[in-house]
């Protein structure tokens, strides 16, 4: 730590970079340990340890189910996907190999359930196969002067979820994992085996799409 | 958008990396020209930023129940934290 800081250093920033450096320290130690333990949790669940699958659960339970209500906007339907998700884990937690996060392997599980629903129940969405569904001849978009609401405005809940209702599920699921979940574009493709380019294809249809869709009924 | 949040460089990233090019690559530079000097693009890239702002901050909370409903269909109730 000493090979930091030079010898007129002011002993108040020496303090300063000294705290940086230990929270620094403390946190990749404690990301490390988190995935110990994770990885421990994994070893004892599939070893049929009831304790350690409990916790796993326990840790992933909200995250699944925001996922789930993200992509589904319907609360029964996202608890329904969070106890679907978990009981296909818990099935087949033996051929999880550890060569991804867990939470990677969850979002898959979530995205595949969702998806099998919506082919069940043939819902029609908006065709967004090329870009004229979502391209626009003037962007005078200047959202800078609109009177936002807070999201806790119920109407600009309705619009959001009126919005992304629209948006087909295969591109649903690509905005929220890549955009709103924040995994990579690498890590996105892998959950919903799709081309690298293929993501950004749909990324960029999706986002242009939504912002078009509430830029429209803001307006109204 | 919050303009502190997302600098130029960023959504220039943004851009480039959809288009699969590379920050210094021609094609590259000339959006950056056009961005630089139109107000409508401006404006409109932050409002797109807006947008994925709104569906990251709009989630739900687990309804009441809802984990007890879920310890129990896993048949886990009986375990304790």
């Known amino acids: 730590m000493q090979n930091f800081f030079c010898t007129d250093m002011p002993p108040n920033l020496k303090l300063i970079i000294s705290n940086k450096n230990f929270i620094k320290f403390v946190e990749t130690n404690n990301k490390l340990l988190h995935q110990m333990d994770e990885e421990k949790m994994i070893e004892l669940a599939k070893a049929g340890n009831r304790k350690a699958l409990s916790d796993l659960v326990r840790n992933y339970e909200k995250t699944v189910y925001n996922f789930a209500f993200k992509i589904c906007r319907n609360q029964d339907k996202a608890e329904n996907t969070m106890q679907e998700t978990f009981l296909s884990m818990i099935k087949s937690l033996h051929q999880f190999d550890g060569n991804s996060k867990l939470s990677t392997w969850l979002y898959r599980i979530v995205a595949n359930h969702c ?75 892998k959950i919903t085996e799709l081309s690298v380019p293929a993501v950004k294809s749909r990324l960029h249809r999706a986002r242009a799409f939504l912002r078009k869709e509430i830029d429209g009924a803001l307006r109204k | 958008m919050n303009q502190e949040k997302v600098n130029c460089k960023s959504v220039m990233h943004h851009i480039c990396e959809s288009l699969g090019e590379d920050l210094q690559s021609e094609k590259c530079i000339s959006i950056k020209e056009h961005l630089d000097n139109c107000p409508d693009c401006k404006s409109y890239f932050r409002s797109v930023e807006k947008t994925i702002d709104f569906y990251k901050k709009y989630n739900a909370d687990m309804p009441e129940g809802a984990h007890v409903r879920l310890m129990s269909v896993l048949k886990l109730e009986s375990i304790r934290k």
């Open chain 1, 115 to 189: 998806l099998m629903g919506y082919r069940k129940r043939k819902h029609k969405f908006v065709e967004l196969d090329n870009d004229d569904a979502v391209v626009e001849d003037k962007y005078i978009a200047d959202w800078d002067t609109l009177p936002f609401k807070s999201l806790e405005n119920a109407e600009l809940k309705k619009i959001l979820d009126e919005a992304i209702k629209k948006l087909s599920p295969d591109y649903r699921i690509v905005f929220m994992l890549r955009d709103v979940e924040g995994l990579s574009t690498e890590e996105t493709g």
